[in-house]
């Protein structure tokens, strides 16, 4: 094939450097775009390699592994409701019941920390849950953004949230 | 209320799409859906990966039901997907109506639908419920409105595992806290070509969002699709996720436009000359692979929006993604293919539309 107008070869597959490349793959590792050319059969034969990106399991257990303590005293712990140990939760990064959420704190914590760089629920509440959780949760949120309104120096903005944190918390000695 | 009472039939789905294909919406020339889901398991009862035939079973029949109960829409049909076959789950899948896992799963588990294929309630997948709205375009604030009313119906119904520290408590912790996933699907075939696209994924990652191929997790990228989504669920609300989200989109789309805009003014005619060329092998080529396929139409996608092209509707460029896709050409076939068999199918299918769109338009 010629050149094409693009300046670009029209490519040949970059595995065996015969065919015609006619499958164009991207791939995305962290912030990394890599782009491959290669004709169909190098395509198939590469595939199994390309699926290895490592899967958001793996991730999950190596982050795991580097973050949940080994506690010793946790080694030990067994859900009583599903049967899980912290263990097994350690290797496979899935947790058996919901109640290993009260079971696994200590473990977790340091976890959710680290992957989402909170520990604390502020979205939104069942509503059965009760008003009282709604309240603590908007005030949460609130205060959230008087920090970012301080932050931006809007201080218009943050004199109308504190406005809103007083009344909804019902105690105008609080600050925050 | 019941759901559909005549079963569905996973080929007469392959004669419509969802209307989130249909190419409308704010951005929709970059912006191709915007879709939001949300993970809910049930109080009281083992996460799928500790629960037993009879647990999975339970939960399967009691989470439709309530589902059933919820009143979410008139025209919701029920599929349970462990009676369908590989062909038909992975139609499924195409089709952004469950996930891979899903349809790779195991045992007792369905999916629920509308006729538009805005909705759909996946049951019995990595977590007991995932509640799932897509729509066409830059629309996020409207998922996430559609999606907010229907976790609120059935939270009526069923008692969700939930704590005031944690949230929704969910199988992952990776999900925990909203359970929410927003992810917005991009067209991005100029920051590509130019190789500004890394450039986009280190903000986009700076803002603790991630960036993915079509079909999700560990999925390679292809005709420069390209899903944003968040990535953290625990400390921020839902509508502050979506804020950031919202605030990143249009600097993306931008930049891609302004892409498109550097090519055109330096390089017109190499432009003009590969879209037509793509446009052309689609229109002649008697065999096309299905990553060959993503190419040409991304290619012969930017030349509509840049009115190289004018005789194809984006909602037929739109479809044309998802129909030549290996489930939905071996369900319009009506049997099983081999991949030479589908290469030439497609093409054979995607001359018949092409010409078909173009008689239309005269
Ligand atoms: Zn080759
Ligand atoms: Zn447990």
Same mark, same amino acid.
């Given at each position: 094939m010629p050149e094409s107008a693009w300046g670009d070869?029209?490519?040949?597959?970059?595995?065996?450097?015969?065919? !015609?490349?006619?499958v164009h793959l991207t791939e995305i590792v962290g912030a990394v775009k890599k782009e491959r050319h290669l004709c169909e059969e190098c395509a198939q034969s590469i595939n199994t390699q390309l699926t290895k990106i490592p899967s958001p399991t793996e991730i999950l257990t190596s982050l795991i592994n580097q973050v949940?303590?080994?506690?010793s005293e946790m080694s030990k712990i067994v859900c009583p409701?599903?049967?899980?140990s912290y263990l097994e939760f350690r290797s496979h990064?899935?947790? =058996?019941?919901?109640m290993d959420y009260t079971i696994f704190r200590k473990g977790l914590i340091p976890l959710l920390e680290k992957m !989402? =760089?909170?520990?604390q629920h502020v979205g939104k509440v069942p509503s059965?849950?009760?008003?009282e959780i709604i309240r603590k949760n908007e005030l949460m949120q609130l205060r959230n953004e008087l920090n970012k309104a301080v932050e931006k120096e809007d201080y218009e903005k943050a004199a109308e949230l504190r406005d809103r944190i007083y009344e909804l918390s019902g105690d105008t000695s609080e600050d925050q | 209320m019941s759901f559909q009472a005549t079963p569905v039939k996973i080929s007469d789905l392959a004669d419509n799409t969802g209307?989130?294909?249909? /190419?409308?919406?704010?951005e929709s020339d970059i912006v191709i859906s915007s879709r939001i889901r949300l993970a809910r398991n049930v109080a009281r009862f083992p996460f799928l990966s500790r629960a037993n035939v009879k647990q999975k079973k339970e939960l399967e029949e009691v989470v439709r039901d309530k589902i059933r109960e919820? &009143?979410?829409? $008139?025209?919701l049909r029920y599929i349970n997907?462990? &009676?369908?076959?590989p062909v038909d789950r992975l139609f499924l899948v195409e089709r952004h109506l469950i996930s891979r896992e899903h349809a790779g799963g195991e045992g007792e588990r369905g999916v629920a639908f509308g006729r538009s294929e805005t909705i759909s309630l996946m049951v019995n &997948? &990595?977590?007991?419920l995932r509640i799932q709205v897509i729509r066409s375009g830059f629309e996020l604030r409207e998922a996430w409105k559609t999606i907010d009313e229907v976790d609120n119906k059935l939270e009526k119904k069923l008692n969700y595992a939930y704590? $005031?520290?944690? /949230?929704?408590?969910?199988?992952?912790?990776?999900?925990? /806290?909203?359970g929410m996933r927003a992810s917005v699907m991009l067209h991005l075939p100029a920051l590509g070509m130019t190789h500004h696209i890394e450039k986009v994924f280190n903000a986009v990652m700076k803002l603790g969002l991630v960036v993915r191929g079509?079909?999700?997790?560990g999925t390679q990228v292809s005709g420069d699709l390209y899903q944003i989504s968040n990535?953290?669920?625990? /400390?921020? $609300?839902e509508k502050e996720i979506i804020e950031i989200i919202e605030s990143v989109i249009p600097r993306i789309t931008s930049y891609e436009r302004m892409a498109r805009k550097a090519l055109i003014s330096e390089n017109k005619e190499q432009l003009e000359d590969r879209v037509w060329r793509s446009y052309g092998m689609l229109k002649v080529a008697r065999m096309i692979s299905s990553e060959e396929i993503m190419h040409l139409l991304s290619q012969v996608r930017m030349g509509v929006n840049l009115g190289i092209?004018?005789?194809?509707e984006m909602k037929t460029l739109n479809e044309l993604f998802i129909f030549t896709l290996p489930g939905h050409l071996q369900k319009l076939e009506g049997r099983e293919l081999t991949s030479l068999q589908r290469n030439i199918i497609r093409a054979a299918y995607v001359r018949k539309r092409l010409e078909k769109a173009e008689s239309l338009k005269g």
């Amino acid at each position: 094939m010629p050149e094409s107008a693009w300046g670009d070869k029209i490519m040949k597959c970059e595995s065996c450097n015969k065919k !015609h490349a006619t499958v164009h793959l991207t791939e995305i590792v962290g912030a990394v775009k890599k782009e491959r050319h290669l004709c169909e059969e190098c395509a198939q034969s590469i595939n199994t390699q390309l699926t290895k990106i490592p899967s958001p399991t793996e991730i999950l257990t190596s982050l795991i592994n580097q973050v949940a303590p080994e506690i010793s005293e946790m080694s030990k712990i067994v859900c009583p409701v599903c049967g899980l140990s912290y263990l097994e939760f350690r290797s496979h990064g899935r947790l =058996g019941c919901p109640m290993d959420y009260t079971i696994f704190r200590k473990g977790l914590i340091p976890l959710l920390e680290k992957m !989402h =760089g909170s520990t604390q629920h502020v979205g939104k509440v069942p509503s059965r849950a009760g008003r009282e959780i709604i309240r603590k949760n908007e005030l949460m949120q609130l205060r959230n953004e008087l920090n970012k309104a301080v932050e931006k120096e809007d201080y218009e903005k943050a004199a109308e949230l504190r406005d809103r944190i007083y009344e909804l918390s019902g105690d105008t000695s609080e600050d925050q | 209320m019941s759901f559909q009472a005549t079963p569905v039939k996973i080929s007469d789905l392959a004669d419509n799409t969802g209307e989130w294909l249909r /190419g409308t919406g704010p951005e929709s020339d970059i912006v191709i859906s915007s879709r939001i889901r949300l993970a809910r398991n049930v109080a009281r009862f083992p996460f799928l990966s500790r629960a037993n035939v009879k647990q999975k079973k339970e939960l399967e029949e009691v989470v439709r039901d309530k589902i059933r109960e919820a &009143e979410i829409t $008139s025209d919701l049909r029920y599929i349970n997907l462990a &009676e369908i076959n590989p062909v038909d789950r992975l139609f499924l899948v195409e089709r952004h109506l469950i996930s891979r896992e899903h349809a790779g799963g195991e045992g007792e588990r369905g999916v629920a639908f509308g006729r538009s294929e805005t909705i759909s309630l996946m049951v019995n &997948e &990595e977590d007991h419920l995932r509640i799932q709205v897509i729509r066409s375009g830059f629309e996020l604030r409207e998922a996430w409105k559609t999606i907010d009313e229907v976790d609120n119906k059935l939270e009526k119904k069923l008692n969700y595992a939930y704590s $005031s520290r944690f /949230g929704y408590l969910t199988a992952c912790p990776t999900n925990v /806290g909203t359970g929410m996933r927003a992810s917005v699907m991009l067209h991005l075939p100029a920051l590509g070509m130019t190789h500004h696209i890394e450039k986009v994924f280190n903000a986009v990652m700076k803002l603790g969002l991630v960036v993915r191929g079509l079909y999700g997790e560990g999925t390679q990228v292809s005709g420069d699709l390209y899903q944003i989504s968040n990535q953290f669920t625990l /400390g921020k $609300s839902e509508k502050e996720i979506i804020e950031i989200i919202e605030s990143v989109i249009p600097r993306i789309t931008s930049y891609e436009r302004m892409a498109r805009k550097a090519l055109i003014s330096e390089n017109k005619e190499q432009l003009e000359d590969r879209v037509w060329r793509s446009y052309g092998m689609l229109k002649v080529a008697r065999m096309i692979s299905s990553e060959e396929i993503m190419h040409l139409l991304s290619q012969v996608r930017m030349g509509v929006n840049l009115g190289i092209i004018n005789d194809i509707e984006m909602k037929t460029l739109n479809e044309l993604f998802i129909f030549t896709l290996p489930g939905h050409l071996q369900k319009l076939e009506g049997r099983e293919l081999t991949s030479l068999q589908r290469n030439i199918i497609r093409a054979a299918y995607v001359r018949k539309r092409l010409e078909k769109a173009e008689s239309l338009k005269g």
